[in-house]
């Protein structure tokens, strides 16, 4: 995969879109497939890493350690590596990731009005 040329026009653009809509900042951070139902899974109390791979069974290692570790890097959640053997690797979400609960919730309401099938 080639290297994104930070000094794009695309890019400026994106930073630029970032900075002026909330909205489109919010979900630069918890937009995908996969970051809302980590943050969703992490609301309940941490998780190791093999629980929240339990509890989204259709998601790869892979693609797994690569969200934890961008939510870890925007500061949605914090990860706790215990000096155990076997290695003990827990997550838990920050107060800036715990204060997304109501945003959740409320996407949550939304799709249960707007779904045609029942949640």
């Known amino acids: 995969m080639s290297k994104v040329k930070e000094s794009s026009t695309n890019q400026l653009n994106k ?5 002026v809509c909330p909205v489109t900042y919010t979900l630069g ?4 497939r996969w970051k809302p139902i980590i943050i969703y899974n992490l609301l309940t109390g941490n998780k190791r890493y093999s ?9 790869s290692e892979k693609m797994l350690i690569q969200q934890l570790r961008q939510l870890e890097s925007d500061g949605l959640i914090l990860r706790n590596a215990l000096p155990v053997v076997p290695p003990y690797v827990e997550y838990r979400l920050s107060e800036q990731g715990e204060a997304l609960k109501g945003v959740l919730d409320a996407m949550v309401l939304w799709a249960r009005r707007n779904m045609e099938i029942s949640v």
């Open 15 to 19: 930073k630029t879109v970032l900075n």
């Open 29 to 32: 951070l918890i937009g995908g």
């Open 51 to 59: 629980e929240l791979k339990k509890l989204i069974p259709g998601i």
